[in-house]
Structure formats: C-alpha cells, structure tokens
C-alpha cells in the first residue's frame, strides 16, 4: 500500500515539473543509485551494483537526448556526461572504487548546482 502511494506521488511530482525541475529529479535519482552502488560494491554483490549502474547510465543518456546542441554549454555537458558514461563502464570492468566516487562527486555537484540554479530562476534571477 505505501509503494503504491510513493508511486502515485512521484507521478504526480513528475508530472506537474517543469523541465528544470525534471532535470534535478534525474540528477538526484542518479546520485542515490551511485550511493546505492557503492554500498552494494562494498558488500560484494555485484550484479545488484550493476544494475544500479545500469540505471545511472540510462539517466546520462536520457540527459544527452534532452540537450540542444545549438548552445555550446550543451555540447559541453554532452562530452561531460559522455565521460563519466565510459567512467562507469570502466569503474564496471575494473573494480577501482576512485572511478566510481568520481561519479559520484560529479552527480552531488550536478544536484547542487542545478538546485542554485532553480532558486536563482524562482528569485529573478538576483
């Protein structure tokens, strides 16, 4: 009963977003499935941490296919996300926890930055 009225509530929570908004949601998704992962590599089940990676990289590539490439920031995010995409699938293959905290610093600094931003939109801009 609970995990269905999260579920409805995260629907509407989507729905009723805006972009911006949206955008955050995967940033925050993606930095609790890194933490995920890296609880579940220091428990040694690994084809659970992989899944979990799977889902981070699933939002990288949903983030990518929102960007418009005419703004050169957006090509600048593309490499970026791009990166820690062969990051994770490289931290996947070789197992150095380092890899996989550096994916993790870089989605902690995406919520928080992208949380600025909203505020700074919701002020005026001041």
């Known amino acids: 009963m609970q995990n269905a009225v999260q579920q409805q509530y995260l629907k509407v929570q989507v729905e009723t977003a805006s972009p911006g908004e949206l955008t955050l949601m995967l940033y925050q998704e993606m930095n609790k499935s890194l933490l995920i992962a890296k609880r579940l590599y220091a428990q040694n089940q690994f084809e659970e941490m ?8 699933t939002i990288l590539n949903e983030l990518i296919i929102t960007l418009n490439m005419k703004y050169e920031i957006a090509q600048n995010l593309h490499q970026l996300y791009d990166f820690y995409i062969r990051h994770i699938a490289d931290f996947m293959i ?4 380092k890899m996989l905290d550096d994916v993790i610093e870089f989605a902690q600094g995406m919520v928080e930055t992208w949380k600025k931003a909203l505020l700074s939109l919701k002020k005026g801009g001041n």
């Open 94 to 97: 070789q197992r150095d926890e």
């Open 50 to 57: 992989n899944e979990s990676l799977h889902k981070v990289r």
